[in-house]
């Protein structure tokens, strides 16, 4: 039986980012973490079968520099220096309501790859000698005791820890195991997710398009390259996932429009259904959860991933300050804190994300009525806009250590 302080299960950017915020050398007291994965995030990150891309706001680029792989990220973060919402049919003829201009250097969110971020993730944790990665893994059995927990692999191997973390995406056999409930609800609708090139620069610029069914967001990457969010109906999205080559663009460049100049595909087109879900607790006898295994929100605003990091930014100041302390790091008092500082924070961001979307992915004619005189009025305040930008950074509320630059 190996022994471990932390064993976090999921190698995903959720786990990966723990692993660091627990384990990595920016620590002052690096504890030893154990990652176990079914796949193996090495053999992700080369085949780069992942065409999704992230917005990190200000305060996860700063967590960034805690976790020690700032320098990893940096040429490839394209800061986003302007966003414009439009509420309007796909072409060229949209109406923008609300915009935001950012100050050169000051821009609330810088856009990346998934693929970029887990590969500069792995490159650090290679560094550390207390991180272990056990690839191709799953759990067999879990025995959350109160003294100790212990996960057993489907190959009969046993890891024993303080802490078992969660980070597993939505369907969580650590949260099941535990018995925590996430309650919930599936939209009708899947997202679209892609990479193009295009002829002109974007110079920076987010753009987000609603449609009765939701949104369809141009995100600035480095380059003449952008993000493509595309949202539509479960079945009409892997309708137009299916088609030919030939016909997916044609039927791409009508909603994406000329104003960049002529496209090319990147990526193949993946389809990610959307769903808003979210735990009753975050944590459970020696057991804590981030990410998807805790919270799954709508992509409208871009802050799933980053609220993932921030739990694991939060955990990471209530474990090691237990561990600085020499107290037990799974003790049920260091988990209600955890508990307690994410939860609430969580579920009021989830909230005003599905009221959004809500709002927007309708086709109501007195609901867009509200809606386009709401957005334009927001345009004109200046100082709702400026709350809206701190938002967008990540600043606002209480930031844990890593978030704000420190390391763990």
């Known amino acids: 039986m190996e022994k471990f302080d932390a064993v976090v299960l999921g190698g995903g950017l959720n786990g990966l980012a723990t692993a660091l915020a627990l384990g990595g050398r920016k620590c002052r007291t690096p504890l030893n973490v154990a990652v176990v994965d079914r796949g193996d995030p090495v053999q992700l990150v080369r085949s780069q079968d992942d065409t999704r891309a992230s917005a990190l706001t200000y305060a996860t680029q700063e967590m960034m520099g805690g976790l020690g792989t700032r320098d990893g990220i940096a040429p490839h973060l394209q800061p986003m220096q302007s966003i414009v919402v439009s509420d309007a049919k796909a072409g060229a003829a949209r109406d923008t309501l609300l915009s935001f201009l950012f100050a050169e250097g000051k821009p609330p969110a810088a856009m990346i790859e998934n693929v970029v971020l887990m590969r500069a993730l792995l490159a650090e944790i290679a560094q550390s000698s207390t991180i272990k990665i056990f690839a191709h893994e799953t759990v067999g059995n879990f025995n959350f005791g109160p003294g100790k927990a212990v996960v057993e692999l489907a190959n009969g191997q046993k890891l024993k820890a303080d802490l078992i973390i969660g980070a597993e995406g939505r369907a969580s056999p650590s949260r099941v195991a535990a018995g925590i409930k996430m309650d919930g609800w599936d939209y009708p609708n899947s997202a679209i997710t892609l990479s193009v090139g295009h002829e002109m620069p974007h110079g920076g610029r987010a753009e987000e398009h609603f449609t009765e069914h939701g949104v369809f967001a141009i995100l600035p990457l480095t380059g003449n390259r952008s993000s493509i969010v595309w949202t539509e109906p479960h079945v009409k999205a892997h309708e137009i996932c299916g088609l030919t080559e030939l016909e997916f663009k044609a039927l791409l460049e ?155």
């Open 254 to 408: 009508r909603q994406f429009g000329a104003h960049l100049g002529a496209l090319s595909v990147l990526s193949k087109p993946q389809v990610h259904p959307l769903a808003m879900q979210l735990c009753g607790s975050f944590t459970a006898t020696r057991l804590a959860l981030v990410g998807d295994a805790a919270h799954v929100v709508h992509p409208l605003a871009g802050l799933g991933l980053n609220l993932g990091f921030k739990d694991v930014a939060a955990l990471s100041d209530c474990v090691m300050a237990a561990a600085s302390s020499g107290e037990d790091i799974g003790a049920s008092a260091v988990l209600d804190s955890y508990n307690r500082w994410r939860r609430f924070d969580t579920f009021t961001t989830a909230m005003m994300i599905d009221g959004l979307h809500r709002l927007f992915a309708n086709n109501d004619a007195s609901l867009r009525l509200v809606r386009r005189a709401g957005l334009r009025f927001a345009d004109k305040a200046g100082a709702m806009k400026a709350a809206f930008a701190k938002e967008a950074a990540g600043t606002a509320g209480s930031l844990p250590r890593l978030m704000r630059g420190l390391a763990a």
